[in-house]
């Protein structure tokens, strides 16, 4: 998989904490994301319940759009769901607690890459601004150079958990025309169980 960089400039976070309090933002997340929240939370699957929705991705969505989304959504009985982190009522991000993020360490890989966004091509990987992030994000045009190589690194650790996420989904939603569509709950303890089962760590 070939790398190409198509942003440049410069970028320092500068914590201003808007992409975890924006309403347009919603974080989804991979297999790899949901068994770091697990683990994070102790293990407890009815507290990993209460910190994730299920963001419901509309059926008349034409297939276009369906592939234009990054981690492909799972079809449960529940509807066509993504996996994601709860927002409070004023959109914040649950685990936002001003001024900063309160599982930084085991934040999702959305969150990880941030302004940083990668789009997958046949063979190669683009990087991009995540949307609106050039008009929002205080952090661009701050700091040092944007360094190729680490954005490198990101983008292909992202092209392995997303692809790794996405054969799952997919065995998910084979399952589902063909035999039973599990529940959106279901659905989140198969992606944790693959996760428990790859021994925590990214696929290679
Ligand atoms: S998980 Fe952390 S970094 Fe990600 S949106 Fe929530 S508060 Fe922000």
Redesign the pocket.
Known sequence: MNFIETIHGRFKCQQSGH??TSSK?L?TLTYLDIFNLFDYLDSDFEQLLRKITFYKVKQNYNSNFIKQLVLSPVNTSDGIILPG?KKLDNEV????HKPS????SS??LA?QNYPFAFIEEEDFILSIWAKNAEKTCPGIGKGNKINKSSLQKSALTYHRIIGEHNRVVENINIEAETGRALTARESLLILLTYAQKSNNSPPS
């Not at 991000?93 to 936002?96: D, E, G, Q, W």
């Not at 993020?101 to 930084?104: G, R």
């Open positions: 992409c975890c933002i974080v982190l991000c649950i685990f936002y993020c309160s599982i930084y934040r999702p969150c």
